[in-house]
């Protein structure tokens, strides 16, 4: 692993499971703290722009098109209902993820593992809201905790959004 290319959007951690982008940028290594030993090599056709990890292991990663992708360890890779998507995050208790797209809408997975069990219910177990003022201006979450997220915008300016945890 190169660390000149080692940022914010190329790693991701939690409490059982190190992430890490490999150089190529088209395959993350899921390395088990536990026992410092790689678990699963994840390849993707194409490059990884940032990833995220929640509880246990599951996975989400932004792709170069800006699809948003959900993954865990022995299951297939899903694409979820998200696209051009600019940051993503999970909550701080690990179970809900968060996106914000290029243009103006911020969309909360309250379960993104459903996918493994019913795809149709994951726009049941999701909630999408438009947020104009983040039009074009690169958005990135800074945290996701409870029902509040907080995007920083390319000027340095933090927003902070909520939505309902029933949808």
Known sequence: INTNV???D????ND??????ENSRDAIRLIDLAKGKPVALIKH???IVQLALGEDDLLAFVDS???LFVQATGKRTFKLPCTMVESISFNESGALVAAVDGGNKLQ??????VVWVDPDLLGESSVEQDTPHLA?????????ADNLVTIREHSGSNLT???????
């Open 45 to 47: 056709k194409l490059p």
């Open 65 to 67: 098109n800006g699809d």
């Open 136 to 144: 074009s201006k690169q958005p990135k979450i800074l945290s996701f």
């Open 108 to 113: 909360v997975f309250f379960y993104p593992g």
């Open 10 to 13: 190329a790693l991701a951690l």
């Open 6 to 8: 080692l940022d914010r």
């Open 16 to 21: 059982m499971f190190l992430a890490v982008l």
């Open 161 to 167: 959004s909520s939505f309902s945890r029933y949808p």
